[in-house]
């Protein structure tokens, strides 16, 4: 497993984690605000990660960092769905 994958894995494991326990208090004193912290910087993880190695050339690297970004990204909406996160609180 390379670097960029772990760091991927790992990201995406965090944002899932995040959002069963911050998903169901979204509503409370904005809490969703650390769910898109937690998720801005998992997604920037996964775009650093593959630059900080060696051997791979640029282009390799960036197709790898931003399938990285674009896995984050698609854990970031799915735990949106499954913590149950309420977008529109106190709105009506």
């Known amino acids: ?3 960029a994958n772990a760091v991927a894995l790992a990201g995406s494991t965090l944002i899932l984690v995040a959002a069963m326990l911050i998903g169901p208090r979204s509503c409370e004193s904005g809490a969703s605000n650390g769910y898109l912290l937690i998720g801005g910087v998992a997604m920037l993880g996964c775009l650093i990660a593959p630059f900080l190695g ?3 050339p640029v282009a390799g690297r960036g197709r790898v960092a931003l399938r990285g970004a674009l896995i984050c ?6 735990g949106l769905v499954l913590g149950g996160f309420r977008i529109m609180c106190r709105l009506f």
């Open 54 to 56: 060696r051997g791979a």
């Open 73 to 78: 990204g698609g854990v970031w909406m799915l």
């Open 1 to 3: 497993m390379t670097r």
